[in-house]
Nanobody
Framework: QVQLAESGGGEVQPGGSLRLSCEVS????????IGWFRQRPGDERTWISC????????KYRTYVEGRFTASRDDAKKTMYLDMNTVAPDDTGVYYC??????????????WGNGTLVTVSS
């Protein structure tokens, strides 16, 4: 059974940094995508970074590229999102999600419960 558990959310000032973690268990096989998703108040949940496990390629939304970095520690079975130069628009609930048999983060099969990030002065 696939389980995802996010942590690391909290309140941060504009321009600050935060690291989110997603502990992953139960994923079998090599062909899947794992991503970070964000849901801002009143908006849909959308992917902001996506790692294709088969080739380790990483994609970012343009509005986070250069500020956010996704990475993984396979030994710890954990994915990270390093958030830098955050802005109030980055406020939202951050989720990790897994899409089986895919290179892309659409049609998520498994979700974590999310962690809230609030960017405020």
């Amino acid at each position: 059974q696939v389980q995802l558990a996010e942590s690391g959310g909290g309140e941060v000032q504009p321009g600050g940094s935060l690291r989110l973690s997603c502990e992953v268990s139960g994923v079998t096989g090599e062909h899947y995508a794992i991503g970070w998703f964000r849901q801002r108040p009143g908006d849909e949940r959308t992917w902001i970074s996506c790692i294709a496990n088969r080739d380790n390629s990483i994609k970012y939304r343009t509005y986070v590229e250069g500020r956010f970095t996704a990475s993984r520690d396979d030994a710890k079975k954990t994915m990270y999102l390093d958030m830098n130069t955050v802005a109030p628009d980055d406020t939202g609930v951050y989720y990790c999600g897994v899409v089986m048999d895919s290179y892309y983060c659409y049609g998520v099969d498994y979700w974590g419960n999310g962690t809230l990030v609030t960017v405020s002065s």
